[in-house]
């Protein structure tokens, strides 16, 4: 049973540029969750995907940033335009679907892709 | 809206020493609560939760937690603290809604000295 995997790991980009990070959640898992985690700071809650569907986006999410899951599966968070404010680890976690006997609640988390903005 | 607190942002213990990292939430129902840890350039893991019944639960790694509504507190122990409990540990409050938003406390590192 692989994990939740993230890629890539770390990423350095100029101000201005545009980056893209993609995750592979757990196989089952049809809920799938994006966090961000800035130094010193616990992760914040970025977006919600159940299935294909993009159920919930926090305020952190500016229109600088877009999250796709197209087909179910894999997801993808883009920041278009990037700020030095943009650095930080960006987690994806996935769970199971709600009402199954593998759902206890926890969230799984991926290692996280680190972007540095120069 | 709901919120975690966690007052010590750094903590050292010996090795062998006991150890309690404070948490408290802030939820207007009964809540799912969590205690993650991460190791540096690592994702989290979850060490053990709570959703109801009994309010002491048993994690992995030897930790337990205990939640007191009373208090509104959800703190972490472990009786004996080894050298690779060196991380930090961040609690967190969910809600029985239509999936599981978690929110996340700043977190406590912990160090832990021969």
């Known amino acids: 049973d692989t994990g939740v995997s993230q890629d890539p790991r770390h990423k350095i980009t100029k101000r201005g540029q545009n980056v893209t990070f993609r995750c592979d959640p757990i196989?089952?898992?049809?809920?799938l969750y994006w966090y961000r985690q800035t130094l010193g700071q616990g992760p914040e809650f970025l977006t919600y995907f159940q299935n294909e569907a993009q159920l919930e986006k926090s305020r952190l999410l500016s229109d600088r940033f877009s999250a796709e899951r197209p087909k179910g599966s894999f997801s993808t968070l883009e920041i278009q335009r990037t700020e030095q404010g943009d650095s930080a680890m960006y987690l994806c976690?996935?769970?199971?679907?709600?009402?199954?006997?593998?759902?206890?609640?926890?969230?799984?988390f991926g290692e996280g892709s680190r972007l540095t903005v120069l | 809206a709901q919120s975690v607190t966690q007052p010590d942002i750094h903590i050292t213990v010996s090795e062998g020493a006991s150890l309690e990292l404070r948490c408290n939430y802030s939820y207007g129902a009964t809540p799912y609560l969590f205690w993650y840890v991460q190791s540096p350039g690592q994702g989290l893991q979850l060490l053990l939760k709570y959703f109801s019944g009994d309010t002491l639960v048993q994690g992995i790694k030897g930790f337990e937690a205990e939640f007191k509504r009373s208090q509104s507190s959800f703190n972490l122990r472990k009786p004996s603290v080894h050298w690779s409990d060196a991380a930090e540990y961040f609690c967190a409050v969910g809600f029985s809604g239509g999936y599981q938003k978690v929110t996340f406390g700043t977190g406590t590192k912990l160090q832990v000295i021969p």
């Open positions: 976690a996935s769970s199971p679907p709600r009402r199954t006997s593998r759902n206890t609640g926890e969230l799984f």
């Open positions: 196989s089952e898992h049809n809920r």
